[in-house]
């Protein structure tokens, strides 16, 4: 049977997912048979899997292990849809919505046997599972239901690496106080903890450190500088709060007038905001997510990203008149599975997706688009041939991404098809069901330059960030700054 790793954390945000992703690449580098593992995900970030729905996280670090992904890597998948309820989604195949006490009450033994049997079928296949947390494994009143953390330490006799953000403050309290809490029965597993996004001289903290160790009996094995590898992220934590604005891409070196800003509405149930992290990498661009009430005198181009609730997040675009000042912007637009049904003419059967009872749902009103609800769930990872035509005109060649969605979206009046059978577009407005476009070289140099054309900008001659494949560089992070040895992996 497999040696599994829980990369637990003290919080949400710590870096958990970059570790578990850099010691799946790692150890694959070195020829061991490595496959990463989350019994339950909370994430409006998913991926397509032959078998159904995975969290994103899973998705790249099976990539990053070079195995296949599966849904055996994320067997449980909750994703909200607000007012305290989620989709639940069981080896990849959704159950049904439920609020949390109905899911805890109805199907947590269905989960965790789930779950359990997910790893067991990686144990049996694989010679290392790294195993991945959620959240804070010191939760002490989820501890009788904490899927990914207590209950995966337990079933898969886990070793637990305790991560750590010393970004926030507070990184020995936080350490210390998590292993206070952690349940009797696994605090023995805990066989290391990782101090992560450190800045500055390393010796100030080796007093810490040690005072850390003699107190706990636990070594701290790495502290890990602060680097983004450049993975997609998971937790909408990374975002704003609705209501707030936000702008990533800014730290390239551009100057601002020789930059241009896409604008991204901060949508409540937003999902798969992945899609605009490509963007937010190419020189001299700026994603400002920014509320749905705000003015786009700043922006030079919009992206409407996906939703989990595509009905109520578009109510609230109109009811914040967003509608009206995206009818008279006159930059390139984008919308994206949810933000392209939006963007059509009206949502039809809008009740079994929204939270009310209308039948009807006028949308933005920017493509001779109609999309139709229905209970039925497309899940697939696609590769199409893509026609540069508006936002993307100048694009060409095969692009590859998925789709998750729910609903039908057909033509009103003739438009353009940036591909076979999915997408409209008019001279300056597109949208597609296709998650990852951006993620292609052709797409996202069209729809980049063609937003520079607009604002009137020189576009930037190369990329001047930092390269480089981002499973190597986070890969690189454990070879530079762990140390595996008491982690039960110095062998491999």
């Not at 069981?90 to 049904?96: I, N, Q, R």
């Not at 407005?429 to 063609?450: C, I, K, P, Q």
Request: hydrophobic share 40%.
């Amino acid at each position: 049977m497999a040696h599994t790793l829980l990369v637990a954390g003290t919080a949400s945000h710590v870096g958990k997912s970059t570790v578990a992703a850099g010691l799946c690449r790692y150890l694959a580098d070195r020829g061991v048979s490595v496959t990463p593992f989350k019994a339950q995900n909370m994430s409006n970030n998913a991926r397509a899997t032959p078998g159904g729905e995975v969290g994103v996280s899973q998705y790249v670090q099976a990539r990053a292990a070079g195995v296949a992904p599966s849904t055996d890597h994320n067997p449980v998948l909750l994703k909200p849809r607000g007012d305290g309820e989620s989709q639940l989604i069981l080896d990849g195949e959704a159950v049904g919505h439920f609020e949390a006490r109905g899911y805890y009450d109805e199907h947590w033994e269905d989960a965790l046997d789930t779950a359990r049997a997910a790893h067991d079928r990686l144990a049996r296949s694989h010679d290392v599972i790294v195993a991945e947390g959620a959240g804070s494994i010191a939760e002490i009143n989820l501890h009788d239901r904490d899927l990914a953390n207590v209950e995966t330490a337990r079933f898969a006799d886990a070793d637990i690496l305790l991560v750590a953000d010393i970004e926030r403050g507070g990184v020995f309290a936080s350490l210390v106080g998590t292993l206070e809490l952690v349940p009797d029965d696994i605090r023995d597993q805990v066989a290391g903890a990782v101090i992560t996004k450190f800045r500055g001289d390393r010796s100030l903290l080796d007093p810490g450190i040690d005072e850390f160790e003699d107190r706990t009996g636990v070594p701290v094995v790495a502290v890990i500088p602060y680097d983004d590898p450049g993975l997609p992220e998971e937790d909408s934590v990374a975002l704003p709060p609705v209501g707030e604005r936000s702008v990533v891409g800014a730290d390239d070196g551009v100057p601002d007038d020789g930059s241009v800003t896409v604008a991204v509405p901060r949508l409540p149930r937003i999902s798969n905001f992945t899609d605009l992290q490509p963007l937010a990498r190419e020189p001299g661009v700026r994603v400002a997510y920014v509320p749905p009430e705000a003015a786009l005198d700043d922006a030079d181009a919009v992206v409407l990203p996906g939703s989990k609730n595509t009905v109520d997040d578009l109510l609230t675009l109109t009811d914040a008149g967003f509608d009206g000042r995206l009818q008279s912007f006159d930059g390139p637009v984008v919308g994206l599975c949810g933000g392209y049904q939006m963007l059509g003419e009206e949502i039809t059967n809008a009740a079994i997706e929204g939270t009310g009872d209308a039948d009807r749902v006028e949308g933005l009103g920017l493509l001779p688009v109609t999309t139709e609800f229905s209970e039925s769930k497309t899940v697939e990872h696609v590769r199409r041939d893509l026609r540069g035509v508006g936002p993307l005109s100048g694009a060409s060649g095969t692009v590859e991404g998925y789709e998750i969605h729910m609903g039908d979206s057909t033509l009103t009046d003739e438009a353009a098809r940036p591909f076979d059978g999915d997408g409209a577009a008019t001279d300056s407005v597109l949208g597609t069901y296709l998650h990852d476009l951006f993620v292609n070289e052709s797409a996202r140099g069209a729809f980049v330059r063609n937003a520079f054309e607009s604002a009137g900008v020189n576009s930037p001659a190369a990329n001047e960030r930092e390269s480089g494949d981002p499973y190597e560089r986070a890969a690189g992070l454990v070879a530079d700054h762990v140390d595996l040895g008491p982690l039960g992996l110095a062998d491999w």
